[in-house]
């Protein structure tokens, strides 16, 4: 049915993530289902990236438990995370500016490779630079293989990376960076994928483009945790909103719902006299007009 509940790929309970006297993430839970597309929101400061850093690996958490696919992975390294099938981007883009577009997207892929990086105990090392520096006839297919697949993940971006195939990252506009970050996590073929901020300094025609690359991920079946600021794009492409304020979740829902929460609105404008008139003309007015007042309040915030 429709409206049963999604097997939670990721389980997150009483997250908390302390720096000296300042709770960056405060005893935070949340669950993300199979094929979910969950955006956690907030004002600038309310831990999200934090969040996402005890997520995929970067940072340990003080307290509480990161499950995923039903196994405890609370502490475990980024590497080893990635190799579970949990990929991300980051809030300010990382490439490898001197490697070319397609060689960054090559390196997401680093988990899957198999003839070249042989299971031997001790000397396996040796024995993956061996296979490196020979590259028989295994290596070399797997590597015209990933290549390939390198190639198709950069062509959903169009005429935006495409052209671009060999030129050094560098060399690319602030928006393409972000693409080629993008383009490399899902090189590692993830079971889930985190995107803090895929649109941070696009323009309006480059959001939409990006809202319609994450949407046919989403059609895929791709499970999707996003931090984004632009609200129009969350409303849009949302299952669910988790929306924190100092550390905590303070809300929790359908996006329409969360839109018009005064809660949100109060966390966003600081202004509780906001969401009271708009729950008084949700009362009056059958709520559709609050939601898109609200809407409109935070998206232009």
Partial sequence: MANEPKKPLLEITG???RFGGLTAVNGLSLTVGEGELVSVIGPNGAGKTTLFNLISGLDAPDAGTVTFEERDVTGFTAERLASFGLARSFQHGRVFGNLSVLDNVLVGAH???RAVKPRIPVVGPLVELALALIRPPSVRAEEERLRAEAKEIIALFGERLTPRLDKPAHSLSYANRRRVEIARALALHPRLLLLDEPTAGMNPTETAEMLEIIRSLKARGLTILLIEHKLDLVMQLSDRVVVMDHGARIAEGLPAA????????????????VGAANQDSANQDGGRDAEGDASRILVAH
């Fill in 15 to 17: 997250l908390t993530r």
């Fill in 111 to 113: 988990t899957r490779l």
């Fill in 258 to 273: 969360v839109a018009s929460d005064p809660a949100v609105i109060e966390a966003y404008l600081g202004h509780k006299a």
